[in-house]
């Protein structure tokens, strides 16, 4: 029986012919590193991958593809131009503009936190600092969370600094600052007020005006609410087989903690940028990267790893992030540029993805055939 006749709407058919398509061919594909091709498409064929990557080598891009679609309804395919959730890795780049903020005299990593918002309770706020806060070392009890889980309907809720910070990262320390760690997103909130009270500017606007504008990055920037409404943003979906679209609003108050979206190009643009100097100074980019939780490999906003690559340990730059379908995953060693970045839309079991997060790494390291 053709799906027409029980009622999928023709807009629906001709999607979903259209992802299905797109899933059994080839990305779009730029190839310096036919390894790294092979590897990818044989990935997307036999595992439904659906998503984009990019593979550089010593800095420079010699793979990417695209597979798949962007938006299975429409039929949009998926181009390397397709804008994905960033998930946590949105708390990285609230680290470097933080950091870009120190650099500039407004900030100081170790000053108490009620030199910047005098208002906060004033027994836990003169122990809490931005190194502790951006470790998750800080104790601050993970309040936003806990709330969410009870009623989810807060994620569309809007609220000032203020409010936000005095409703979700005001209670009492789990742990004195530095001597534990906790995944807190309510660390995020306090950062946020602290950023936008001493710039006197929003965080998005920070974000544009010290990442987004000076190295031309095309597709990124800042979002809250549902992520749908940003122009060339993929489509999260639970499942593609049947379509069930799974969307996860971030409330602007938590935009540092997840509301970044970015492409695998532009991601590969930041971090070359960062890691080279041109955002911050070596001296903070060796602050960035030092890490405060050996037994997380925890630094500030991401995690620096010694991992096996391409048969040796090598020191890589760590960073993932997943917010309701989105996975974007994005690793570079420090030592010589070679990095790997993937993005999916589709709820990607996450251990999978580092599988092809290591093959590709590796095969970077391969030199090319001769002509």
Not at 86 to 114: C, N, Y
Not at 257 to 265: D, E, K, L, P, Q
Not at 301 to 306: L, Q, S
């Amino acid at each position: 029986m053709p799906l027409s006749a029980i009622g999928v709407p023709p807009r629906v058919l001709t999607g979903l012919a259209a992802a299905l398509l797109t899933l059994l061919l080839p990305g779009q594909v730029r190839a310096d590193c036919g390894k790294c091709k092979d590897i990818a498409e044989k990935f997307a064929r036999e595992e439904g991958f659906n998503g984009t990557l990019l593979v550089a080598r010593n800095g420079r891009e010699i793979y990417s593809g695209a597979f798949g679609t962007a938006d299975a309804e429409a039929g949009t395919p998926m181009t390397p131009q397709t804008r994905f959730e960033a998930g946590s890795i949105s708390k990285w780049i609230a680290a470097i503009v933080t950091m870009r903020l120190v650099e500039q005299g407004h900030l100081a990593l170790d000053e108490p936190i009620t030199t910047y918002l005098p208002d906060y309770r004033p027994d836990t706020g003169r122990k809490l600092t931005l190194r502790w806060l951006m470790s998750h070392s800080s104790g601050v009890p993970n309040q936003w969370d806990t709330a969410v889980k009870g009623d989810p309907s807060l994620k569309q809720q809007s609220l000032d600094n203020a409010t936000a910070v005095s409703t979700y990262a005001s209670g009492d320390l789990a742990f004195e600052p530095g001597t534990d760690w906790d995944y807190s997103h309510s660390n995020w909130l306090i950062v946020k007020a602290i950023v936008e009270r001493v710039s006197g500017q929003p965080y998005a606007a920070l974000v544009r005006t010290l990442l987004i504008v000076p190295l031309g990055l095309r597709d990124s920037g800042t979002f809250f609410g549902d992520s749908i409404n940003v122009t060339g943003m993929a489509v999260g979906y639970a499942s593609l087989q049947p379509i069930t679209p799974r969307q996860n609003p971030v409330p602007d108050f938590m935009m540092l903690a997840g509301g970044y979206y970015t492409s695998v190009g532009d991601l590969q643009r930041l971090m070359d940028a960062v890691f080279n100097h041109r955002v911050l100074s070596a001296a903070s980019v060796a602050t960035l990267t030092d890490v405060i939780r050996p037994a997380q490999s925890y630094a500030l906003g991401g995690r620096i790893k010694t991992l096996p690559v391409a048969g040796k340990p090598r020191k890589v730059a760590w960073e993932y992030g997943s917010n309701g379908a989105f996975r974007v995953l994005a690793w570079r060693v420090l030592e010589d540029g070679h990095s790997v970045i993937l993005a999916n839309n589709t709820s990607f079991d996450h251990m999978r993805i580092g599988d092809l997060a290591t093959a590709l790494l590796d095969a970077s390291y391969e030199e090319p055939a001769s002509p």
